[in-house]
């Protein structure tokens, strides 16, 4: 079955530590990759996403991720933690094509400590 | 920007009781979506429509039900509600995928939040 893997409920880091957060996928074909965050009380918003050409993408508020066709991984990471970077983030794939549907994993909790 | 709303933040219903979710948004997209979301569980789709009166089953759509009467509007029913449907609702919105560099992103509202006492 088609499924999206978040090894890490949750991660507390310090502020101005570096971040990265595990995302790994099943399916055999180059999927489409998303990262959303999601503040307390807020919707998703997109961090990122990869379609295809470069491997390593930038996305808003510093982050970036390296999708790993070898390892089915996509992981996101920022060199430098801010503490508004507290929040819960979403790694989500859509698996083939026709009506975007979206699978998401289970989502990891950030904590970021002064 | 685009615009997702949901017509509730917070909704407190009982059991048995018929709710109705309302989802708007005012980018013109064709395909809208309902998930809920529980800890643990990440987001899981109850429904999505790719066009008016078009409706799909997503991966639980077992005691919900949806509405798609205008290209806008994306409505979520619980005929009969029940305590293990007390979650967070959050509802999107995307356009149709036109190629591998299209905006395939969904766009998400702010959640409602019910409780089924």
């Known amino acids: 079955a088609q499924s999206v893997t978040q090894p890490d409920i949750h991660i507390t880091v310090s502020e101005g530590a570096s971040l990265e957060l595990r995302c790994n996928y099943s399916y055999g074909a180059t999927p489409y990759l998303f990262w959303y965050v999601q503040s307390p009380g807020q919707g998703l918003q997109l961090l990122l996403k990869?379609?295809?050409?470069?491997?390593l993408v930038q996305g808003i508020k510093g982050f970036e991720a390296e999708f790993k066709r070898s390892q089915s991984s996509f992981n996101l990471r920022k060199p430098s933690v801010h503490w508004s970077d507290a929040a819960e983030y979403f790694c989500a794939v859509i698996f083939s094509g026709g009506y975007n549907k979206l699978i998401f994993g289970a989502g990891t909790r950030l904590a970021v400590h002064p | 920007d685009v615009k997702v709303t949901q017509s509730s933040r917070y909704l407190v219903k009982r059991t048995g009781e018929k709710v109705f979710l309302e989802c708007v948004q005012d980018?013109?997209?064709?395909?809208m979506f309902w998930y809920r979301q529980d800890p643990g569980l990440g987001l899981r789709l109850i429904y999505f429509s790719y066009d008016v009166k078009m409706k799909e089953k997503g991966d639980i759509p077992e005691g919900y039900s949806v509405s798609r009467e205008k290209k806008e509007r994306f409505s979520l029913i619980l005929e009969s509600a029940s305590t293990n449907q007390t979650s967070m609702y959050l509802c999107?919105?995307?356009?149709?995928?036109?190629?591998?560099?299209?905006?395939?992103?969904?766009?998400f509202g702010p959640g409602t939040r019910l409780t089924v006492l």
């Open positions: 980018m013109d997209h064709e395909n």
């Open positions: 999107a919105s995307s356009s149709l995928p036109t190629g591998i560099s299209s905006g395939n992103e969904q766009f």
């Open positions: 990869y379609f295809s050409g470069d491997t």
